[in-house]
C-alpha cells in the first residue's frame, strides 16, 4: 500500500511542477524531480501496459508531463517531506535546516547519483485473478467413483435427518396425554372405525 501512495504523491509533483512551469512563463532548460522510492522510480522507466492497472493510470499521467530522466532519487535522510510526514513536532521544524533551506547538494552542480533498476519490482497491492478450470478429460476414475460415493452418503444423512430429526422436532405435546386402563364402574365410549361419523352401532 505505501508504493501506491508514494506514487500518488509523484503524480501530485509531476502536475504542481506542470502548472508551475506553465504561470511561470519561462524557458526552464531542465526540471528535476526527486523521490525517495525506488518503486516508484523504476515504475516511471517502465511502459505503462506493463503495469497493473491502478499503478498503470498514475504512470502514465506522469510520463505525459515528464520524462523519466528527471526523475532522480532522493535518500530518505535528504528529503525535507519526511519530516512532516512522520510527524515532526513544530518546534523542532522551526529550527530544521533541512526543511528551510533543502538537502545540501541542491546547492551544488553534483547530484547523487545512484543507479535506477529497470526491472522494477512487482506492484504489491492485491491483484485479481481468476482459477484454471481443471481439465476433465484425463480426470481418474477412482476420483470421480470417490466423489459419487460423498454425495450418496451426504444425501443418506441428510434424508436421516430430515426425516428423523425434524419430524420429532414438529410433534406437538399437547395432542398427547397419559392413558389409564379402564376399571369397573369407569363409563367407556367404544367407537368403530369402519363406521361413518355421528352414526351408532348395535
Known amino acids: 500500500m505505501i508504493p501506491r501512495l508514494e506514487l500518488c504523491a509523484a503524480v501530485l509533483l509531476a502536475k504542481s511542477v506542470h502548472r508551475v512551469k506553465q504561470a511561470l512563463k519561462l524557458n526552464v532548460t531542465n526540471t528535476f524531480l526527486w523521490s525517495d522510492s525506488m518503486i516508484v522510480l523504476s515504475w516511471i ?17 506522469i510520463q505525459e508531463m515528464t520524462s523519466s530522466e528527471q526523475w532522480r532519487y532522493v535518500a530518505t535522510e535528504d528529503n525535507p517531506a519526511d519530516f512532516v510526514s512522520r510527524g515532526m513536532d513544530s518546534l523542532k521544524l522551526k529550527t530544521c535546516e533541512l526543511w528551510w533551506n533543502g538537502p545540501i547538494f541542491l546547492m551544488s552542480n553534483q547530484y547523487p547519483q545512484r543507479q535506477i533498476p529497470v526491472a522494477v519490482i512487482k506492484d504489491p497491492g492485491r491483484s485479481i485473478t481468476s482459477i484454471v478450470e481443471p481439465d476433465l478429460t484425463n480426470l481418474n476414475e477412482n476420483r470421480l467413483d470417490n466423489w459419487q460415493k460423498i454425495t450418496k452418503i451426504i444425501q443418506l444423512i441428510w434424508k436421516r435427518w430430515s426425516v428423523d430429526y ?16 379402564a376399571k369397573i364402574g369407569d363409563i367407556v365410549i367404544i367407537k368403530e372405525d369402519n363406521l361413518p361419523s355421528c352414526v351408532n352401532g348395535h
Open 166 to 181: 425434524l419430524n420429532n422436532l414438529q410433534q406437538r405435546n399437547k395432542w398427547h396425554f397419559e392413558k389409564k386402563n
Open 45 to 61: 522507466r517502465k511502459e505503462s501496459y506493463q503495469l497493473k492497472t491502478f499503478v498503470a493510470n498514475r504512470i502514465a499521467t
